[in-house]
């Protein structure tokens, strides 16, 4: 009851605060803003004659650009493939160009690839150089100048930037994509959006797109008050697509698998081994369909006279599209080129999907939810979805956060059935029983916000200014319960990123003055020990070792561990580390000698880097990655006057050893209570307590108090931290 009652409360109050707003705003922006109208012209636009593609879209395109110029926020709703992410902001663009009018668009998508790809096709469909015209930023990579008209980003970089200027001015249409992605920067992103709307940001032109977006949730959540009643924002429905997906499920495919298949369970979500050779079965069945469909013109001797469409496979995770790998690579004969699609893959391995195959050899693209959205191959015509996916979860009782296979929902799902049927008609297959699809797959997906730590959130809710967490937090989409609201600002407290009251009798559980400490953590691209861990690491005088822990530790580990010489990279490791056999020195050993290497004649060339990584076990594309977060570290601390020591130290033992205590106190410090002890084994003990089980796979804990975990669940519920 409690948290129904807080949430209406703050609705309330911000719907009485918006009347007043309203009563004195315009239906109509001024036209170009005289601040903006001295930047850069967009009269020199080049290939402004461009011939559109035919796509559902196209035939909308003088009515949407029409809508959206009428209208504050409109929601855009067409199906996969429909043209919204690539065409609907060139109409913009264009519109504007041909009234020799000032315009910044901004489009998000929720991942790197997404905006740099479609950047990318655009800049080359209008013989654009990329960065111009159109640019992209993404993380720590950013193409684009002051003359760039349309910019895709990630929805981080976007959020980023509002929350530091508080406003919306900078860009004259702001269109998040994928906004059925229900992620926690997603949510903060519309809430923010949405509240500088109503107050310093009227004139700003919001576009929300996706193709299996709620439209009435979203449409009343940006309602506006006319005459006396919540005006919805204006839906689009983008009619059409480019062809119609076939859909099929395990019961469809028993020709392919006699044995009975073991039932799905909603709370086992897993792959068995046959469900992978179901998929493997239906890869190589794909043939007979192609021939069938071309009416058995497809062979001619043993050669193929057609092009093999292409094959989607969405997976959940790293380690399940390895294991498929390897079951496709070793079908030699059967003429197949395998792309793996994730995140830890290279861009340039990325870019592989979207080249056409060899002729006669059929394309296959195994991949995590990245697929889902943000990258497009048009050839797809065959889709097989697992329906699982990797979440983010929080656990209630202590805050931690991890990733766990879980079924993806119906809605993600549908998305990923839409990346078939671009070019021809396509097909989707669901390795699961029509009736557990249709009564066990969830419809929608637990938006992050109500199941991830708030504790970036609610720190960048700080640095707005615009109240108390809860009240801000009250609007948002699907508003997080008060109880993990003040669980949070609690932890944050503890941290040391928001100030404690000396009474514990005046504390406030909902609220906190931001700290020197929570201001910098609120600016850097880490979670909060590894912020705090740098803190500290400028406060004793470690401050280069920790920015290098705190990037290694953000990113993919760039010590490689081969399949067969996987002991010879822990010896390499443990070298590293030298006698504090410790993850963290050796990450620090590792990428300073690297450094050291790379800054003499040494690594002069890309093949000696290459090679110095495989003799030292060491993956360069992804020590690259941290060399490139520990500048940005840097560049981002220098604003608090923290700057790294440039003098180098005599490199004596005494210094090596003091040092290396000291950093041991800076991450016992950063990271408290989350550490253990480590005592001196006993190997009779250790022998006893085993009790034969294998010492490689076996971790005893003892002497843990069963009242210490309780203690700290108390804790957490109390208004103050001693």
């Known amino acids: 009851?409690?948290?129904?009652?807080?949430?209406?409360?703050?609705?309330?109050?911000?719907?009485?605060?918006?009347?007043?707003?309203?009563?004195?705003?315009?239906?109509?922006?001024?036209?170009?803003?005289?601040?903006?109208?001295?930047?850069?012209?967009?009269?020199?636009?080049p290939g402004t004659t461009y011939k559109y593609p035919d796509l559902p879209i196209s035939r909308y395109k003088e009515?949407?650009?029409?809508?959206?110029?009428?209208?504050?926020?409109?929601?855009?709703?067409?199906?996969?493939?429909?043209?919204?992410?690539?065409?609907?902001?060139?109409?913009?663009?264009?519109?504007?160009?041909?009234?020799?009018?000032?315009?910044?668009?901004?489009?998000?998508?929720?991942?790197?690839?997404?905006?740099?790809?479609?950047?990318?096709?655009?800049?080359?469909?209008?013989?654009?150089?990329?960065?111009?015209?159109?640019?992209?930023?993404?993380?720590?990579?950013?193409?684009?100048?002051?003359?760039?008209?349309?910019?895709?980003?990630?929805?981080g970089v976007l959020l980023q930037k509002i929350v530091s200027a508080k406003s919306l001015m900078e860009f004259t249409h702001i269109i998040i994509d994928e906004v059925h992605e229900r992620t926690e920067e997603m949510d903060f992103l519309l809430l923010v959006v949405r509240k500088?709307?109503?107050?310093?940001?009227?004139?700003?032109?919001?576009?929300?797109?996706?193709?299996?977006?709620?439209?009435?949730?979203?449409?009343?959540?940006?309602?506006?008050?006319?005459?006396?009643?919540?005006?919805?924002?204006?839906?689009?429905?983008?009619?059409?697509?480019?062809?119609?997906?076939?859909?099929?499920?395990?019961?469809?495919?028993?020709?392919?698998?006699?044995?009975?298949?073991?039932?799905?369970?909603?709370?086992?979500?897993?792959?068995?081994k046959d469900i992978y050779e179901v998929a493997v079965s239906l890869i190589q069945m794909f043939d007979d369909l192609d021939m069938k469909e071309s009416g058995n013109k497809a062979w001619s001797g043993a050669q193929f006279v057609l092009e093999r469409s292409s094959v989607l496979?969405?997976?959940?995770?790293?380690?399940?599209?390895?294991?498929?790998?390897?079951?496709?690579?070793?079908?030699?004969?059967?003429?197949?080129?395998?792309?793996?699609?994730?995140?830890?893959?290279?861009?340039?391995?990325?870019?592989?999907?979207?080249?056409?195959?060899?002729?006669?050899?059929?394309?296959?693209?195994?991949?995590?939810?990245?697929?889902?959205?943000?990258?497009?191959?048009?050839?797809?015509?065959?889709?097989?979805?697992?329906?699982?996916?990797?979440?983010?979860?929080?656990?209630?009782?202590?805050?931690?956060?991890?990733?766990?296979?879980?079924?993806?929902?119906?809605?993600?799902?549908n998305q990923r059935k839409g990346r078939a049927g671009r070019v021809s008609r396509g097909y989707c297959y669901r390795l699961v029983h029509k009736d557990f699809w249709d009564n066990s797959i969830p419809d929608h997906v637990v938006p992050e916000m109500l199941r991830c730590p708030l504790g970036s959130t609610i720190l960048k809710v700080k640095l707005l200014d615009m109240g108390e967490p809860r009240a801000l937090l009250a609007t948002a989409l699907s508003p997080p319960g008060l109880s993990d609201i003040e669980r949070t600002i609690l932890l944050l407290k503890e941290v040391g990123a928001l100030a404690v009251s000396g009474q514990r009798e005046d504390e406030n559980p909902h609220d906190g003055e931001l700290t020197f400490l929570g201001r910098v953590l609120a600016q850097l691209p880490v979670n909060q020990q590894l912020g705090k861990l740098i803190v500290l690491g400028h406060v004793f005088g470690c401050l280069d070792e920790c920015l290098i822990i705190a990037a290694a530790l953000s990113l993919k580990n760039f010590f490689a561990m081969p399949f067969r010489q996987h002991l010879d990279g822990y010896r390499n490791k443990v070298n590293f580390s030298g006698s504090s056999k410790s993850d963290?020195?050796?990450?620090?050993?590792?990428?300073?000698?690297?450094?050291?290497?790379?800054?003499?004649?040494?690594?002069?060339?890309?093949?000696?880097?290459?090679?110095?990584?495989?003799?030292?076990?060491?993956?360069?594309?992804?020590?690259?990655?941290?060399?490139?977060?520990?500048?940005?570290?840097?560049?981002?601390?220098?604003?608090?006057?923290?700057?790294?020591?440039?003098?180098?130290?005599?490199?004596?033992?005494?210094?090596?050893?003091?040092?290396?205590?000291?950093?041991?106190?800076?991450?016992?410090?950063?990271?408290?209570?989350?550490?253990?002890?480590?005592?001196?084994?006993?190997?009779?003990?250790?022998?006893?307590?085993l009790a034969g089980k294998d010492p490689k796979t076996t971790v005893v804990l003892k002497h843990i108090p069963p009242y210490g975990f309780l203690y700290y669940k108390q804790l957490q519920s109390v208004p103050t931290a001693s």
């Not at 004139?203 to 979203?218: D, N, P, Q, R, Y």
């Not at 893959?345 to 991949?367: D, T």
């Not at 993956?619 to 440039?646: C, G, P, W």
């Not at 004596?652 to 290396?660: A, F, N, P, V």
Request: glycine letters at 4%; hydrophobic letters at 35%.
């Open 1 to 45: 009851k409690s948290e129904v009652e807080y949430i209406n409360k703050y609705r309330q109050l911000e719907a009485q605060e918006l009347d007043v707003c309203r009563s004195v705003q315009p239906t109509s922006g001024p036209g170009p803003r005289p601040s903006l109208a001295k930047l850069s012209s967009v009269t020199c636009i």
């Open 63 to 155: 009515e949407v650009v029409s809508l959206i110029e009428s209208n504050s926020v409109v929601i855009i709703h067409g199906a996969t493939g429909s043209g919204k992410s690539t065409q609907l902001p060139q109409y913009i663009l264009d519109h504007y160009v041909q009234r020799s009018a000032y315009c910044s668009i901004v489009v998000t998508q929720p991942r790197k690839i997404g905006a740099s790809s479609i950047a990318r096709w655009i800049s080359k469909e209008r013989a654009w150089t990329l960065g111009g015209v159109v640019g992209y930023q993404v993380g720590l990579e950013k193409i684009a100048t002051e003359d760039t008209r349309l910019i895709y980003m990630t929805t």
């Open 196 to 272: 500088l709307l109503r107050t310093n940001s009227r004139f700003v032109k919001v576009v929300l797109m996706s193709a299996t977006i709620s439209c009435k949730e979203f449409a009343d959540y940006f309602a506006v008050p006319v005459q006396n009643k919540m005006n919805p924002a204006y839906i689009f429905e983008v009619e059409g697509k480019p062809h119609s997906v076939e859909e099929y499920y395990l019961n469809d495919l028993e020709h392919i698998h006699h044995s009975k298949l073991s039932p799905h369970l909603l709370e086992e979500p897993v792959i068995t």
């Open 313 to 413: 496979v969405f997976l959940p995770g790293l380690g399940e599209i390895n294991y498929m790998h390897e079951l496709l690579t070793s079908l030699v004969h059967k003429r197949l080129q395998v792309y793996p699609l994730h995140s830890s893959v290279a861009l340039e391995e990325q870019n592989n999907v979207f080249l056409s195959p060899v002729p006669g050899y059929r394309k296959i693209i195994l991949s995590t939810n990245i697929a889902e959205s943000s990258v497009t191959v048009p050839d797809v015509k065959y889709v097989i979805d697992f329906c699982l996916t990797r979440t983010l979860v929080c656990d209630e009782d202590t805050n931690y956060q991890s990733l766990r296979l879980s079924w993806a929902s119906k809605t993600s799902c």
């Open 584 to 689: 963290c020195i050796a990450l620090v050993e590792a990428f300073k000698t690297w450094k050291a290497c790379r800054q003499t004649a040494e690594l002069g060339y890309p093949k000696d880097e290459l090679n110095w990584g495989r003799l030292n076990y060491i993956q360069i594309k992804r020590i690259r990655e941290v060399a490139e977060l520990y500048e940005e570290l840097k560049t981002r601390i220098s604003q608090f006057n923290m700057h790294v020591d440039s003098r180098r130290p005599v490199m004596d033992q005494e210094y090596i050893y003091k040092q290396r205590f000291i950093l041991q106190v800076v991450l016992a410090g950063a990271f408290y209570p989350n550490y253990f002890t480590f005592g001196q084994p006993d190997e009779e003990m250790a022998v006893r307590e």
